[in-house]
Nanobody, 113 residues
Framework: VQLQASGGGSVQAGGSLRLSCASS???????????GAWYRQAPGKQRELVAS???????NYGDAAKGRFTISRDNRRRTLSLQLDSLQSEDTAIYYC?????WGQGTLVTVSS
């Protein structure tokens, strides 16, 4: 199984980005039943949960993400997405997608104030 994250970049504070995570090598029924998640790790800090979404579409958000970020999934395409709105400088981090014990390689989000 491989997870490929993309969509990171540099934006100014208040801007938006949409991250995507494409999966490969995972059978459909496993993807549909698995919880997918996005984590992030800022320089000098521990990795933290941003948001997760279970197979039914029920989402859970970390405190920093509530009201600003939206996680979604496309079970047919076997992808995860994370919409980042109202970005702030403290959102600068490498964002990783996760499913079961598999991790994507990370995509860098840089927010300038």
């Amino acid at each position: 199984v491989q997870l490929q994250a993309s969509g990171g970049g540099s934006v100014q504070a208040g801007g938006s980005l949409r991250l995507s995570c494409a999966s490969s090598g995972i059978i459909a029924s496993t993807f549909w039943s698995s919880t997918g998640a996005w984590y992030r790790q800022a320089p000098g800090k521990q990795r933290e949960l941003v948001a997760s979404i279970d197979g039914s579409g029920l989402a859970n958000y970390g405190d920093a993400a509530k009201g600003r970020f939206t996680i979604s999934r496309d079970n047919r395409r076997r992808t995860l997405s994370l919409q980042l709105d109202s970005l702030q400088s403290e959102d600068t981090a490498i964002y990783y997608c996760n499913m079961n014990h598999y991790w994507g390689q990370g995509t860098l989000v840089t927010v300038s104030s």
